[in-house]
């Protein structure tokens, strides 16, 4: 049985050191094709997707005493592999999120007893993964 794969060992290598060890070959094979065989090209594009991933949502967020992440070393260093200025990142990735009727300040706080059942339920939703 043949390998289907379009890449050649030189290839996977260089996919892997621009993009990991964990390669969907057969996804990366149809960019391949569908942008005419540019290595690069494919390259660029799963950077990108992994940027436009990271700037869709929050880049950082943190439950007090519970959980924290923090995404923009990890931005940063897509947009310097990309070649994308800090100025051209803040433009393409800018998010406003319009005022509502509910974006006072009183509406907007919580009580301590809101705040846990607030955790608790997302603690729920996030356990198995």
């Known amino acids: 049985m043949t390998d289907p794969s379009p890449f050649d060992e030189a290839q ?3 996919l892997q050191a621009e993009l990991g060890t964990s390669l969907d070959l057969e996804d990366l094979a149809t960019r391949y094709d569908r942008l005419e065989g540019d290595l690069d090209a494919v390259i ?3 950077l990108r997707i992994r940027l ?3 700037s869709a949502g929050p ?3 943190a439950i007090p005493g519970e959980y924290s992440q923090d995404a923009s070393a990890q931005m940063k260093a897509l947009q310097a592999r990309l070649g994308v200025s800090a ?3 803040a433009a393409l990735y800018q998010v406003t999120i319009a005022p509502s009727e ?3 300040a009183d509406d907007c706080a919580y009580d ?3 705040q846990t059942v607030r955790r608790a339920a997302w603690r729920r939703t996030h ?3």
């Open 12 to 14: 996977v290598a260089q």
């Open 44 to 46: 660029t594009e799963v």
């Open 52 to 54: 436009a991933d990271i």
């Open 59 to 61: 880049t950082a967020f």
């Open 87 to 89: 100025e051209m990142a």
């Open 102 to 104: 509910f974006s006072r």
């Open 112 to 114: 301590s007893e809101e």
């Open 127 to 129: 356990r198995g993964r």
